[in-house]
């Protein structure tokens, strides 16, 4: 099966210039094998329609992610699990509104409204996700002082979940990244992804973005940037 750069190298300038990224990609079916890991990031009600940090469209994530999951032996969820006042609400920094940004020891932090606190049914998963065979679900973002986007490390850069030690130790070497939201969750696990050495995806249409002051067209640059693949659910095979 012919990989992305094998295919550029047999594309002339003229036909490559013609085509997106995600055509070159759906040329040849992307099959998940048992080193390959599906990351379903944050598909949380509080996020969801009526949630109290509701992602446009975010409900439209889940019957894809459905469907994709099937093709995957191996599957990981994630939680948004935070404390009553957490640092990253804009409910406990006097004077300022949700979207605003201060400045914390780790670095630049947008405040959000409250959400998915622990325990509350906003920190549920969505009950129409039905991935039964998932093997682990990583909650992040309960320490008081420090925010956790990424689904391998916290705002910090330093304070480890433990996702990668245990994808490594399951031989994955290439993870499918899906939920959300698109230029927060999704594109930092992408990230840290890629810097724990996986080969990474990013299932565009299995993913929703919140879209702050430019944050999605900077997330999906920054993402291109390291290597991260963008494909679509079409590219992925079906499972049996």
Not at 130 to 147: M, Q, S, Y
């Amino acid at each position: 099966m012919l990989d992305r750069r094998q295919i550029l190298a047999m594309l002339g300038t003229t036909a490559l210039a013609s085509l997106a990224p995600s055509a070159l990609l759906a040329a040849t079916s992307i099959k998940p094998d048992d080193a390959s890991a599906l990351l379903v990031i944050d598909v949380q009600n509080c996020f969801l329609p009526g949630g109290s940090l509701a992602v446009k469209e975010g409900e439209q994530v889940v019957p894809v992610i459905n469907k994709i999951s099937k093709a995957f032996a191996n599957v990981v969820m994630t939680q948004d699990w935070h404390t009553p006042g957490h640092v990253s609400f804009a409910s406990v920094h006097s004077g300022k509104k949700p979207f605003e940004t201060v400045d914390l020891p780790y670095g630049k932090q947008v405040l959000w409204p409250d959400h998915c606190v622990q325990g509350t049914d906003g920190a549920a998963l969505s009950k129409d996700l039905a991935i039964p065979h998932a093997e682990l679900i990583i909650r992040k973002g309960f320490h008081k002082n420090v925010d956790s986007y990424s689904a391998f490390l916290e705002a910090d850069g330093k304070t480890s979940t433990g996702l990668a030690g245990y994808l490594k130790g399951r031989k994955i070497k290439r993870v499918f990244v899906a939920g959300l939201a698109t230029d927060f969750c999704v594109a930092w696990t992408a990230l840290d992804a890629r810097k724990a050495g996986f080969e990474v995806y990013v299932v565009e249409d299995a993913c929703r973005g919140i879209d702050t002051q430019g944050s999605l067209a900077k997330a999906w640059a920054d993402m291109a940037k390291a290597g991260v693949k963008r494909i679509q659910s079409a590219d992925i095979a079906a499972g049996a």
